[in-house]
């Protein structure tokens, strides 16, 4: 039986098709999403696409049939660790402390963000462009971290004057410095600790 996935999408189903794939052709789509998460993984998100169909055993042709472009592909490799994200947000939303809860998401956010090379400065974009595919990531993401970010203002933690756009820019600004200094494993702690003591409502 078909399932529904938090996004939106159905098992057998392609992002934003219309019906259930035939078996071959949601075989290639499973095929094309691995070596695409094995590709981008080594080479970054902006790796080539003719390879991950060459790895994948297809064609490019059948790649665009099933991801039109990069964002497309984006957004169906990182679906999953999207559903982890929302269900830690939601796991929070109850929390004793408002605050801690809304720092420890965000430091959720920048490991993700920081698991694959390219993909901080892909959510940035996508953050100002409601037509790019990965905005089905981000839309999700900034209403959770909106829930968690009012219940922080609420509780007086916060100053009132912190939008939750800037906390995700914010966020991704810190996963890609802390991709071009791979050398500091602390980094992004550091600068995500900076940048929330600045976000505390004055006692």
């Known amino acids: 039986m078909a399932t529904s996935t938090s996004t939106g999408t159905t098992a057998?189903?392609?992002?934003?098709?219309?019906?259930?794939?035939r078996a071959d052709a949601r075989r290639n789509y499973d095929r094309l999403l691995t070596e695409a998460r094995a590709v981008f993984a080594e080479q970054g998100t902006d790796a080539s696409l003719e390879e991950i169909a060459r790895r994948s055993g297809v064609g490019i042709g059948t790649l665009y049939r099933h991801f039109p472009n990069r964002h497309a592909m984006m957004n169906a490799v990182f679906q999953e660790a999207l559903a982890s994200l929302?269900?830690?947000?939601?796991?929070l939303a109850s929390a004793e402390?408002?605050?801690?809860?809304?720092?420890?998401?965000?430091?959720?956010?920048?490991?993700?963000?920081?698991?694959?090379?390219g993909l901080a400065r892909a959510l940035m974009s996508a953050s100002h462009d409601e037509s790019s595919?990965?905005?089905?990531?981000?839309?999700?993401?900034?209403?959770?971290?909106?829930?968690?970010?009012?219940r922080?203002?609420?509780?007086?933690?916060?100053?009132?004057d912190v939008s939750i756009g800037d906390l995700m820019q914010l966020t991704n600004a810190i996963a890609l410095a802390a991709e071009a200094e791979r050398g500091d494993p602390e980094l992004a702690?550091?600068?995500?600790?900076?940048?929330?003591?600045?976000?505390?409502?004055?006692?």
Not at 12 to 21: H, I, K, N, Q
Not at 86 to 91: H, I
Not at 134 to 150: D, F, K, Q
């Open 86 to 91: 929302l269900v830690r947000s939601r796991e």
């Open 12 to 21: 057998g189903t392609a992002p934003g098709a219309a019906r259930p794939m």
């Open 152 to 160: 922080a203002q609420e509780s007086g933690a916060v100053r009132t």
């Open 189 to 203: 702690d550091r600068l995500l600790m900076l940048t929330l003591r600045g976000l505390r409502a004055e006692s």
């Open 97 to 117: 402390r408002p605050c801690a809860a809304l720092v420890e998401w965000l430091r959720a956010i920048v490991t993700h963000a920081g698991e694959y090379r």
């Open 133 to 150: 595919a990965l905005s089905e990531c981000s839309v999700p993401m900034r209403e959770a971290g909106e829930r968690l970010l009012r």
